[in-house]
């Protein structure tokens, strides 16, 4: 509970952070379907230093924010070099867990027609998301049934980044999460359908989806998602042999929103934790 009042104390000074936000990149805006939910914002680099894309899927608990609310993430990347896309979805209570992963994935594919359209090459994708949108990134990567289903081709990805996301849904999650999960989906639906813990069931040891690295950041002080569940995701993969980084924030910004978006403000030298980010990121890429 004291992380969870933390996290509450937090709002009020991130809220400054993005008043006083100057925007230096207009994003271009492409709809999707007939939702105006759901759409994506496109940040181009004014000098692309890397041959990936990113795609980042915003937090909210499934049921709140939008791109647009994120847009100091998406200057971040692209002033790092990277093409970056911010993904949008339909949220609760107006839709559930099949509608919302749905989305993410016909936007994702439609990312790429995108792409193509712009002779962008998209043979690199990096996918990252913060809280419920690390929930679903981490699906759009490792859910062997959601690539079958949507034609969706796994070789194009080249890791995955969650930041302070809900993978494992067993035991207790905590009132919080439980609260959010028993929103996420419709009465009587079997939770495990959107549990990344649970989809690792499904990979055999020469599926694609088994050599996607992933790079999971975690606080022991988050007040939303406890430690212990996403470790015993972690757990649950290396065993299976997969490429996974785990690493436990130590900066004193370490409850939930700070550490998994807010941290997108904060200055390189001086935060632990977007160091780490940028890091693994440059494990990833390939420079142009």
């Known amino acids: 509970m004291k992380d969870f009042i933390r996290e509450l104390q937090s709002y009020p000074r991130i809220g ?31 000098d692309k230093k890397h041959q990936e894309v990113i795609l980042y899927i915003h937090p909210g608990g499934w049921n709140s ?5 994120f847009t100091f993430i998406g200057e971040r990347l692209a ?50 998301g913060s809280s419920a949108g690390a929930h679903l990134g981490n699906l759009l990567v490792y859910d062997k049934e959601l690539h079958q289903k949507y034609r969706i081709g796994a070789k194009r990805f080249a890791g995955f980044i969650g930041m302070a996301g809900p993978y494992c849904f067993e035991g207790d999650p905590g009132w919080i999460l439980k609260q959010l999960l028993s929103d996420l989906f419709e009465k009587d639906q079997d939770w495990k359908e959107g549990e990344p813990y649970s989809k690792l ?32 995701y972690a757990r649950k993969a290396i065993e299976m042999n997969m490429s996974v980084t785990f690493y436990k924030v130590i900066d004193a910004h370490n409850t939930h929103t700070e550490y998994s978006t807010a941290v997108f403000f904060e200055d390189l030298a001086k935060s632990r934790t977007l160091q780490m980010i940028f890091a693994y990121l440059g494990q990833l890429t390939k420079d142009n």
């Open 79 to 128: 002033n790092e070099g990277y093409e970056c896309f911010l993904m949008g979805y339909r949220r609760v209570p107006h839709v559930h867990y099949n509608e919302i992963i749905e989305d993410v994935c016909i936007e994702y594919k439609a990312i790429l027609q995108y792409l193509k359209s712009k002779g962008i090459p998209a043979n690199r994708v990096i996918v990252m």
């Open 16 to 46: 400054t952070k993005l008043l006083l936000h100057k925007h230096e990149i207009k994003p271009t805006k492409v709809n999707v379907g007939g939702s105006k939910e759901v759409y994506f914002l496109h940040y181009a680099p004014v």
């Open 201 to 232: 069931d499904l990979l055999k040891p020469d599926d694609v989806e088994m050599s996607i690295p992933m790079y999971l950041i975690q606080s022991d002080h988050d007040g939303v998602v406890d430690m212990k569940q996403t470790l015993a």
């Open 65 to 69: 924010k939008a791109p647009k609310d």
